[in-house]
């Protein structure tokens, strides 16, 4: 499921750089249910993201609250959700930034279809890192959530 959301909704809303996980994480969300047209460049939403206007690009998921013309209550609520998790600053989440970078370009390179020799590097490097992972966590006896979800990331990516 999370695959096929990444490539049907998280394919719009990679187009738009700049975006921290907590952004990307809502807007997804965002796309999700209302499809990928509510972040058109000629959306208020798309306007601001692009022009990096991130508090005006969280205002504007509010008015996305509607159907049949009249605000509903569990939109609302869904809204203002997504527009606090898009403002909120993402907390650790327990990944080097190296893991980060491996994992956002092979992501990306997947996606296009790119570069095999540099996937393959990449796949090597969190093999690599995932073994490290499994051995640290085998003496730690997996007592920090971040290890696992750390280890599942780059499993789904390397298998």
Do not use: C
Request: charged share 35%.
């Amino acid at each position: 499921m999370m695959r096929e959301i990444d490539a049907t909704y998280g394919a719009a809303v990679n187009k738009i750089s700049g975006l921290n996980q907590n952004q990307h994480d809502a807007l997804v969300s965002f796309v999700y249910n209302v499809g990928p047209g509510g972040i058109a460049p000629s959306t208020g939403i798309g306007k601001a993201l692009r022009a990096k206007q991130w508090g005006k690009a969280a205002d504007e998921l509010l008015k996305w609250d509607k159907a049949g013309g009249r605000p509903l209550a569990g939109l609302t609520r869904r809204r203002k959700a997504e527009r606090a998790l898009f403002l909120s600053k993402p907390e650790k989440s327990g990944y080097t930034d190296s893991e980060r970078r491996w994992m956002r370009e092979y992501d990306q390179l997947l996606k296009a279809k790119k570069d095999k020799d540099r996937r393959r590097v990449l796949r090597r490097s969190m093999t690599d890192q995932r073994k490290r992972i499994w051995r640290a966590a085998q003496t730690s006896g997996w007592d920090k959530a971040d290890r696992r979800a750390r280890y599942r990331s780059l499993l789904a990516r390397t298998t």
